[in-house]
Structures are given as structure tokens and as C-alpha cells.
Nanobody
Framework: QVPLVESGGGLAQAGGSLRLSCAAS????????MGWFRQAPGKEREFVAAISWGGGNTYYADAVKGRFTISRGSAKNTVYLQMNSLKVEDTAVYYC?????????????????WGQGTQVTVSS
């Protein structure tokens, strides 16, 4: 098991920024592919961003490209999602996910471990 805990969600105004964190207590995330997904009310969970082992490769959904940045912390047990230029349509519950697969996935089924989610609400 990989216990993932997200934090950093909250309320932001359109155009503002938030930084989400995903941490695994007592475990390094360095050798896991990591992803962020989100689920808005009444919609299916969707891919947001992913990062490979060691952080060498990153992937983004078109809707967030150029605004969001996924990165790994120096402590190797934390992954971040920096969200800039937030839009109302970014409002959702954001989930962190991890998997030991070498190839980074963009599908829900590509990830074995999931956090409980953190709410992000963007107001106009």
C-alpha cells in the first residue's frame, strides 16, 4: 500500500494560484510514476498531469497545459501541482495517484494507488 495524502486545496479567485501537495508518509515516491486527476461535480474523473520516475518527463492535459506544473519535491516523498491562471472550470476535487509502472499513464486504470482528494474551488 502507498498511503497518499493531498493538501493545499481551497478557494481561489479566477486568475489566481494554488499549489497542491501529495505526500506519502514514510515512503519515497521517487520510484513511482505520479499523476494528478480531477473530478468536477457531475463529470467523470479526468487526467490533469503526470510525472515519470525521477521527474524526467512530464505530461499535461490540453486544458491545463501552460498553466499547471507538476514537479517532485527534493525530499522525494512529495509531488506538487502548481496551478496558475486558475479558471472557474478548474473547480473540482483533485486526486493524486501513484503506480510502479515505468511508463507514465494518463488513464485512471494506469494507477494503482490513490489519495482521498482535495477540493479546489475557483470563483469568478
Amino acid at each position: 500500500q502507498v498511503p497518499l495524502v493531498e493538501s493545499g486545496g481551497g478557494l481561489a479567485q479566477a486568475g489566481g494560484s494554488l499549489r497542491l501537495s501529495c505526500a506519502a508518509s514514510g515512503r519515497t515516491l521517487y520510484n513511482y510514476a505520479m499523476g494528478w486527476f480531477r473530478q468536477a461535480p457531475g463529470k467523470e474523473r479526468e487526467f490533469v498531469a503526470a510525472i515519470s520516475w525521477g521527474g524526467g518527463n512530464t505530461y499535461y492535459a490540453d486544458a491545463v497545459k501552460g498553466r499547471f506544473t507538476i514537479s517532485r519535491g527534493s525530499a522525494k516523498n512529495t509531488v506538487y501541482l502548481q496551478m496558475n491562471s486558475l479558471k472557474v472550470e478548474d473547480t473540482a476535487v483533485y486526486y493524486c495517484a501513484a503506480d510502479r509502472a515505468v511508463r507514465v499513464g494518463v488513464r485512471i486504470q494506469d494507477y494503482e494507488y490513490w489519495g482521498q482528494g482535495t477540493q479546489v474551488t475557483v470563483s469568478s
